[in-house]
């Protein structure tokens, strides 16, 4: 059997924030850390199944309503953008 370090809560916040949020890949944090890739992914599951709180849950349906909004707002720019190109180039 191995032998069972315990990480430091800090370090173990600094490996999983530098995977999310720098794009290092999860080997290489092992790498660098000292700390093997089966531990890492079993961190990243746990907190995939923390279920958002009332809070977190309204932000993020605050946003999301937000950017339907910002995504319908440039859908229609776009199409006037459209329309005035087509109208230009058929007025020539």
Same mark, same amino acid.
Do not use: C, F
């Given at each position: ?7 430091? &809560?800090?370090?173990?916040?600094? /490996? @999983?924030?530098?995977? &999310?949020?720098? #794009? /290092? ?8 850390? #000292?700390?093997?890739?089966?531990? /890492?992914? %079993?961190? @990243?599951?746990?907190? =995939?199944? &923390? ?8 932000? =993020?349906?605050?946003?999301? &309503?937000?950017?339907?909004? @910002?995504? #319908?707002? @440039?859908? +229609?720019?776009? %199409?006037? +953008?459209?329309? *005035?190109? *087509?109208?230009?180039? *058929?007025?020539?």
């Amino acid at each position: 059997m191995g032998t069972y370090n315990t990480i430091p &809560k800090d370090i173990k916040q600094q /490996i @999983l924030s530098r995977i &999310k949020n720098d #794009g /290092i890949s999860v080997a290489q944090a092992s790498k660098d850390h #000292g700390v093997s890739p089966k531990t /890492i992914y %079993n961190w @990243l599951n746990r907190q =995939l199944e &923390k279920t958002p709180s009332y809070r977190e849950y309204s932000a =993020l349906k605050q946003q999301n &309503k937000q950017l339907i909004m @910002l995504i #319908g707002q @440039l859908t +229609l720019e776009i %199409n006037k +953008l459209k329309k *005035n190109r *087509n109208y230009a180039n *058929n007025s020539r």
